[in-house]
């Protein structure tokens, strides 16, 4: 495995947030930053949706009003585009392993 395959298939911030929402998880900024000690999940989740065409969902909880996100349901998961530091988990879908 070359150096650069590593990159793309550790466990980023990115990666996890595809993860856990392919797994039907319901996160927020609170589940990102007890799995992974990330901030960024709001921007993942705009880059996901923009450039990606994740139909994700926000739900907005409590009086601080924290994003709580999640796929829609119905999502047909490996009609999904990946970015590259998840492309694994796509390639875990076409041989039937997530």
């Known amino acids: ?3 650069n395959d590593r990159w ?3 466990p980023t911030q990115v990666f996890w947030t595809c993860e856990a929402l392919i797994r039907g998880r319901i996160i927020s ?3 990102e930053i007890r799995a992974v000690k990330g901030w960024r999940l709001a921007a993942i989740v705009h880059r996901l949706k923009d ?3 994740w139909p994700i969902l926000t739900d907005y909880r ?3 009003n924290v994003a709580h996100y999640r796929l829609e349901p119905g999502t047909d998961i490996a009609r999904l585009r990946f970015p590259p530091s998840a492309k694994s988990l796509a390639d875990g879908l076409k041989s039937g392993d997530a």
């Open 1 to 3: 495995m070359a150096s």
């Open 8 to 10: 793309y298939s550790s």
């Open 51 to 53: 450039d990606y065409g």
């Open 62 to 64: 409590g009086p601080e």
């Open 29 to 31: 900024t609170k589940s």
